[in-house]
């Protein structure tokens, strides 16, 4: 059984950073596309990053030049770094993996982030 679990999450002030961890277990992620999403309160969830097999990545326009997906196929992780945080990056962000960025297999739990402004 596949287990995507995020860590790294947590208040901070913005213009601060913070690096989100995905690990996945029970199966190499290596031949999926690995997507953050984000949902804010009372907000629909929002894609902000994918990066496929292959390595290349597509951001969220609120979020390019800001944040940064990497994946580490070796190590079976892959990672959101954010720079420049916004009170409105504020949401839990949640890890997904699945053949593309739009069908998603499998989830994990979320890890929320709050920015102060």
């Known amino acids: 059984q596949v287990q995507l679990v995020e860590s790294g999450g947590g208040l901070v002030q913005a213009g601060g950073s913070l690096r989100l961890s995905c690990a996945a277990s029970g199966s190499t992620i290596s031949i999926w596309t690995m997507s953050w999403y984000r949902q804010a309160p009372g907000k629909q969830r929002e894609l902000v990053a994918h990066?496929?097999?292959?390595?290349?990545?597509n951001y969220a326009d609120s979020v390019k030049g800001r944040f940064a997906i990497s994946r580490d196929n070796a190590r079976n992780t892959v990672y959101l770094q954010m720079n420049s945080l916004k009170p409105e990056d504020t949401a839990v962000y949640y890890c997904?993996?699945?053949?593309?960025?739009?069908?998603?297999?499998?989830w994990g739990q979320g890890t929320q982030v709050t920015v102060s402004s």
């Open positions: 997904g993996a699945g053949p593309t960025y739009y069908i998603l297999n499998h």
């Open positions: 990066v496929n097999s292959g390595g290349t990545t």
